[in-house]
C-alpha cells in the first residue's frame, strides 16, 4: 500500500468476502481479518501460511482498491476547499504544518452542531 492519507477502516464486502470466508476455518478467518487491518491502517505486509496465502491477493487488491478510491475522494475534497477559500477570501488559503487534512475536515463539518 502506498503511503499516504490511510482510510479510516476496511471495507469488507459480502459479495466478495463471503465466498472466501466460508472456505475458511474459524481460526484462518481471524487471521485474514487481523492481517488485512494490519495492512489498511499500518501496511505491514502479512507472513501467511496454507490458503490464506491464496486468498491474500484477492484482499490485499480490495483493500488497495478502496485505499486508492479514498485517497482520490480526499484530493477532491481538498481542491474543493482550495477551490472556496480562493473564492470567498481571493487569496490562496494559508497551509499550517500539522493542519487537518481535507477529508478529517469534511467529516467534521459534516456532524451535527449541537
Known sequence: MEPGKRPPGVMLYFAEMRPIFVLLSAEERGELLLNA???AEFG???VLSGRLVAVWPLV???IDRDAEAYQKKC???RKAIQS???REHGTAQPQA???QGA???AVVSA???A
Do not use: K, N, T, V
Request: net charge negative; hydrophobic share 25%.
Open 111 to 113: 456532524q451535527p452542531q
Open 97 to 99: 504544518d500539522g493542519a
Open 60 to 62: 490485499q487488491r480490495m
Open 84 to 86: 472556496r477559500w480562493e
Open 44 to 46: 505491514i505486509e502479512p
Open 103 to 105: 477529508c478529517d475536515s
Open 75 to 77: 484530493e477532491r475534497a
Open 37 to 39: 487491518f494490519d495492512y
